[in-house]
Nanobody, 115 residues
């Protein structure tokens, strides 16, 4: 499977960005998808995740709850991350992942929030 991410960029604090991640078609069932982020010198941390089954269960890190929303288009194997009220500390490289028989990562997209 291949992942194509888009939507990163530069935004002022308080602004919004929308990330998207599309998984290529393949014969394996997608169990879940989500986003991590990473800053230089830090470990990659979970931002948001969504189940790709009928439950569509979501989970978020405490730092983004109430500001970020993850959603999906199951027909297109695509997920979105709507990021509102962005803060400078949200600046990071955001990585999409897909869970099938193993986890596959996207190439990452840079989000920079200026103060």
């Amino acid at each position: 499977v291949q992942l194509v991410e888009s939507g990163g960029g530069l935004v002022q604090a308080g602004g919004s960005l929308r990330l998207s991640c599309a998984a290529s078609q393949n014969p394996f069932i997608i169990n879940g998808m989500g986003w991590y982020r990473q800053t230089p010198g830090s470990q990659r941390e979970l931002v948001a995740a969504i189940a790709m089954d009928g439950s569509q269960m979501t989970r978020y890190s405490d730092s983004v709850k109430g500001r970020f929303t993850i959603s999906r288009d199951g027909d297109k194997n695509t997920i979105y991350l709507q990021m509102n009220s962005l803060k400078p500390e949200d600046s990071a490289v955001y990585y999409c992942y897909v869970d099938q028989e193993r986890r596959t990562w996207g190439q990452g997209t840079l989000v920079t929030v200026s103060s």
